[in-house]
């Protein structure tokens, strides 16, 4: 019944949403590929998990679920509500996934530094949500996605707050029978209850094997997993102390996920050092700012940056591949994006969207927008300005860091350094709010992407290692251009420092924007 009203809503719009093809049931709910639109246009795919009610409780669920806030759960954005057939319905926006585990074990041959590695960000995303008193409670493969790179622990529907009653709340109908603890059936949850699963999952990575034998006799099963009659077959040695010390049937005794880690620490940091990248080169001097005098008393702040090498791209996504070394040269970039006020200085108008403020950033501008802006700024600078290279733009964002922002890896401090999705109040805002980079560059991240010189590829393969624009001499005009930073209206991760984004050079919107490049001055 649940699957038949899902696929009804397949291709129905729900508020900004489209939802383009059922995926699967789980969690009391139904899970969508998604795609976001604005202006007919889609600008992010999503999954959406959509649930036949709208009681308080459910909602207040969902609300928890986008508080949880880790690099190893599967990220909620937003809750929404809305109505079909006559059924009040309850949604949840998600980052969307690539596969999952369950679909990588199904393919065979995980090597054991793949186990280890999918083991420990398991471990890492149970470490946070046991330390937010919560239990997951449905732990399996078929619930640990894979987001480019990362795997994270998703579909929350069956966690719960530990509180002085959680040791006699019922479990009935809950989790998937195989991977649930001896306790569960006596109604006990406790952070314990996830090891056990975590332990059953590891015996099927190192096996390819399940620890009961039932015949597809479902109470058979329940019987095996009541009495803790487990069949375990030959376990390799490496993981055969993790494997016993999830499986201990005194949930007292079993192991937590940081003894988890713990275990596996000098493994990982083994083999972090043999898989580390090649470090960036430390620039030659400190960045050097001046500024260019506009009409009616506008300037133009810019920042001269050193010669120096970076890393340049990340393994997060194919379009981010391969990461890369660039040698760049020395060569000065706008301290922020233009505004709205220095492109009216320059071009004599204001196409912008958001005019409440004429330091905001200038958007609503295409590609050959910009272009035009910067043939004119050289004009009247008598400096030849242009829009940066991709590796540039790359390079100055990143200010010397190898992390996924230019502040580092957590997410959470993302709203003191960039204009976004979750604070923007869905607009932009006036450049240089937020906190800069290390080389004094405003607003790299978020508030509007920038457009960047070069043409589109989808990935680094054959990319100059110079710095100089990725630019195919046919048919120019109708190339994909590269976007970068996120803005205003995106999630955090489409503002990490490798993210590229593109679009044909003639399209404009109110996402959009830029900032200028020029030679250094002296050279």
Not at 12 to 39: D, T
Not at 144 to 150: A, E, G, M, T
Request: net charge neutral; aromatic share 10%; hydrophobic share 35%.
């Amino acid at each position: 019944m649940l699957d038949q009203m899902m696929k009804m809503l397949e291709g129905q719009q729900i508020n900004s949403y489209r939802l383009n093809k059922f995926i699967g049931a789980g969690g009391f709910g139904g899970v969508f590929h998604a795609s976001e639109i604005v202006r007919n246009t889609s600008v992010q795919e999503v999954a959406i998990k959509v649930i036949p009610e709208s009681s308080d409780d459910k909602l207040i669920e969902l609300q928890n679920a986008r508080k949880l806030e880790h690099s190893n759960l599967i990220k909620a954005y937003s809750v929404g509500e809305f109505r079909f057939l006559n059924t009040e319905m309850l949604y949840l926006v998600m980052e969307l996934a690539q596969g999952s585990l369950e679909n990588h074990i199904q393919k065979g041959g995980l090597s054991s530094g793949e186990i280890k590695n999918i083991t420990a960000q398991v471990a890492q995303g149970l470490n946070y949500l046991h330390g937010q008193n919560k239990v997951h409670r449905d732990l399996k493969p078929g619930n640990i996605l894979r987001v480019n790179q990362q795997y994270k622990l998703a579909d929350f529907g069956l966690i719960r707050t530990l509180n002085n009653k959680s040791h006699t709340q019922t479990v009935h109908n809950s989790g998937t029978i195989i991977y649930m603890p001896p306790e569960a059936f006596k109604g006990d949850i406790s952070s314990a209850w996830d090891l056990w699963s975590l332990g059953i999952m590891l015996i099927e990575m190192t096996t390819n094997q399940l620890p009961y034998k039932f015949n597809n006799d479902i109470n058979q099963l329940m019987a095996k997993v009541m009495n803790c009659e487990l069949q375990i077959p030959s376990l390799p040695k490496e993981f055969k102390p993790i494997i016993e010390g999830c499986l201990q049937k005194d949930r007292k005794q079993r192991w937590t996920a940081q003894q988890v880690l713990n275990a596996l620490q000098p493994v990982q940091q083994a083999e972090a050092a043999v898989r580390m990248p090649v470090s960036p080169i430390p620039p030659i001097a400190s960045p050097t700012p001046f500024t260019e005098k506009l009409a009616n008393g506008i300037r133009l702040e810019m920042v001269s940056l050193p010669a120096g090498k970076f890393l340049m791209g990340s393994s997060d996504s194919d379009y981010e591949k391969p990461p890369h070394q660039v040698k760049v040269n020395s060569f000065a970039i706008g301290k922020y994006p233009i505004t709205q006020a220095q492109y009216q200085a320059v071009m004599g108008n204001n196409p912008s969207h958001f005019k409440n403020n004429p330091q905001n950033p200038v958007e609503n501008v295409s590609w050959n927008d910009a272009k035009a802006f910067c043939q004119k700024l050289s004009r009247i600078t008598g400096k030849t300005y242009r829009l940066p290279t991709e590796a540039e733009w790359e390079y100055a964002c990143r200010a010397g860091t190898t992390t996924r922002y230019y502040f580092g890896d957590d997410d959470n401090q993302l709203g003191d350094y960039a204009w976004g999705r979750e604070n923007s109040n869905n607009k932009t805002h006036p450049v240089g709010q937020k906190k800069p980079n290390a080389w004094g560059l405003h607003d790299m991240s978020g508030n509007v992407w920038e457009w960047c010189e070069d043409d589109w590829h989808d990935s680094y393969a054959g990319a100059p290692d110079d710095g100089t624009a990725w630019i195919d001499n046919d048919n120019r005009s109708q190339s994909l251009k590269c976007l970068r930073g996120g803005s205003w209206y995106y999630f955090p991760y489409y503002r990490r420092s490798a993210h590229r984004g593109r679009f044909i050079p003639v399209y404009l919107n109110f996402n959009f924007g830029f900032r200028v490049a020029c030679v250094s001055p002296g050279l």
